[in-house]
C-alpha cells in the first residue's frame, strides 16, 4: 500500500508559478511511475505528466510542455510538480498517483495508488 499526499495548491495570478508536491509513504520505487494529473469543474481528468522514478526520465501532455517540470527527491520519496507561466486554463484539482511498471504513462487506470488532489486555481 502506498499513501500520497499532494500540497502546494494555490491562487495565482496569470504568468505566475506554484510548486506541487507529492509526498510517498513508501520508499522503494524502482519499476514505479509517478504521474500527475489535474481535473477541471465539468470535464475529464487528463494527463499532465509523469516521471519514471528509475531514471528519471519525464513526459508531459502538450498543453504543459515547455512550462511545467517534473522532479522527484529519492531521500524524500517526493515528486514535484513546477508550474511556470499559469494560465487560467490550467485551473484545476490536481493529482498525483503512482504505479507499478507502468506501459502508458498518459493513461488513468494504469495508475493504482492517488493523492487526495489539491486545488489550482490561476486567476486572469
Known amino acids: 500500500q502506498v499513501q500520497l499526499v499532494e500540497s502546494g495548491g494555490g491562487l495565482v495570478q496569470a504568468g505566475g508559478s506554484l510548486r506541487l508536491s507529492c509526498a510517498a509513504s513508501r520508499r522503494t520505487f524502482t519499476r514505479y511511475a509517478m504521474g500527475w494529473f489535474r481535473q477541471a469543474p465539468g470535464k475529464e481528468r487528463e494527463f499532465v505528466g509523469a516521471?519514471?522514478?528509475?531514471?528519471?526520465?519525464?513526459y508531459y501532455a502538450e498543453s504543459v510542455k515547455g512550462r511545467f517540470t517534473i522532479s522527484r527527491d529519492s531521500a524524500k520519496s517526493t515528486v514535484y510538480l513546477q508550474m511556470n507561466s499559469l494560465k487560467p486554463d490550467d485551473t484545476a484539482v490536481y493529482y498525483c498517483?503512482?504505479?507499478?511498471?507502468?506501459?502508458?504513462?498518459?493513461?488513468?487506470?494504469?495508475?493504482?495508488?492517488w493523492g487526495q488532489g489539491t486545488q489550482v486555481t490561476v486567476s486572469s
Open positions: 498517483a503512482a504505479g507499478d511498471a507502468i506501459a502508458v504513462l498518459s493513461v488513468a487506470n494504469s495508475y493504482v495508488y
Open positions: 516521471i519514471r522514478w528509475s531514471g528519471g526520465n519525464t
